[in-house]
């Protein structure tokens, strides 16, 4: 028996699942979760001493790769000067001028601990700014587990076998209304029955919690003119686009500007972070300047602070990075197009710089049902080859892959010959 399996056979006696988040419990992938116990570079390292290239990178935020030093010691060097005192100190006020700074449409910013808690409390600046109760969400996109936002999500959702979660009373849910990610007529639908309703639209500019779907030409700029015309606000969830697609997260790279922008796991460099911002006359709506209530005694903990400016800093003082990262999405993803291409392959590479999804199906992914259409037992089967290899992907057909700067072409070309080589002899 390995230690992962000795491990997880402690855990699941007392946490639910043998987990504290679903996805990575292996469920739908079957087999045992790999307990993780130090990770470097690109590279994780498990119980059992076994070495894998990490596509999953803690969900987005190792953009530096893991153990990055300059985010390391910064976070050594915070602690050794308390790691919590519940009141303000200099180290927010420099994450918030660093955030407003790299963020085209964040004026104000708010930190809290999680992106789910970012959601929450954006939506509720959002119901508090417009006087309105209706949010429009998508069905695919995942935006935390807070009752209103469990939908129709994406993420382990998915996976779960049920299209929303039980416990989540209806009351919570009835002001949150279903639209279909890159089809503005579900959205327009919606406006034109009851736009003066309508508080916001919530988004994540590339759907990345049902594999990645891309936004197709014109979505969300369509998005970004039927709330002006309605009244309504637009909330991205850059929680994975974040720093990741561009300084300024995804609304640079597609140059469409969001109200508010919600932000998690990126903005503390693989701490426990979220944080929410936008135009100053919507954020001075939270308290204490306005009457929208929100509170928390970690959020703009000093210790995450430090790893989130220090991961940030990098990222500022080199957009050269970018560049390198989305060639390196662009040529690694291109590779894998080729041989689905080539090889007539039943399967789809749907991608955004760095970040890249294999489905196993034939048809074009661009929403949440063509996304349903991949074989998921397929790729249960290519997801155990490959960390059979020493390749540690998403452990579920509905999450997004995550390259860092710390991947080398070497290794790239590695997971690319296992590919190759697990679709000649199963396909
Ligand atoms: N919600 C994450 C995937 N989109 C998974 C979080 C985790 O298991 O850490």
Known sequence: MTRSERLFEEAVQVIPGGVNSPVRAFHSIGGTPRFIKRAKGAC??????????????????????????????????????GLSFGAATAIEVQM???????????????????????????????????????IIKFTGCYHGHSDGLLVQAGSGVMTAGVPD????????????LSAEYNH?????????????????????????????????????????????????????????????????????YYGVMPDLTTLGKIIGGGMPVGAYGGRREIMELAAPLGGVYQAGTLSGNPVAMAAGIAQLTLLKEHPEYYQVLNEKGDWFYGQMEELVRKKHLPCQVSHEGSLGCLYFTREKVMDYQSAKTSDTEAFKAYFNYMLGQGIYLAPSQFEAMFLSLAHTEEMLRNVFQSMLTFFLQKV
């Not at 990055?68 to 050594?76: N, Y």
């Not at 004026?107 to 954006?122: F, K, L, P, Q």
Request: hydrophobic share 40%.
């Open 184 to 252: 503005l007529d579900s959205v327009e639908g919606h406006f034109r029955r009851c736009g003066e309703e309508i508080a916001a639209v919530i988004v994540e500019p590339v759907a990345a919690n049902m594999g990645v779907v891309p936004p197709i030409p014109g979505f969300l700029e369509g998005l970004r003119k039927l709330c002006d015309n309605y009244g309504a606000l637009l909330i991205f969830d850059e929680v994975i686009t974040g720093f990741r697609l561009a300084p300024g997260g995804a609304q640079e």
């Open 96 to 134: 918030a001028e660093l955030v407003c700074s790299m963020v085209p449409s964040i004026e104000m910013v708010r930190m809290v601990n999680s992106g789910t808690e970012a959601v929450m409390s954006a939506v509720r600046v959002a119901r508090g700014f417009t006087g309105r109760d209706k």
């Open 165 to 176: 979660s039980l416990g989540v009373p209806a009351g919570y849910t009835k002001d949150t």
């Open 44 to 81: 994780m390292y498990d119980e059992d001493d076994n070495c894998y290239i990490d596509f999953v990178g803690s969900w987005g935020p190792m953009i530096l790769g893991h153990s990055h030093k300059a985010v390391v010691d910064a976070v050594i060097e915070t602690c050794q000067k």
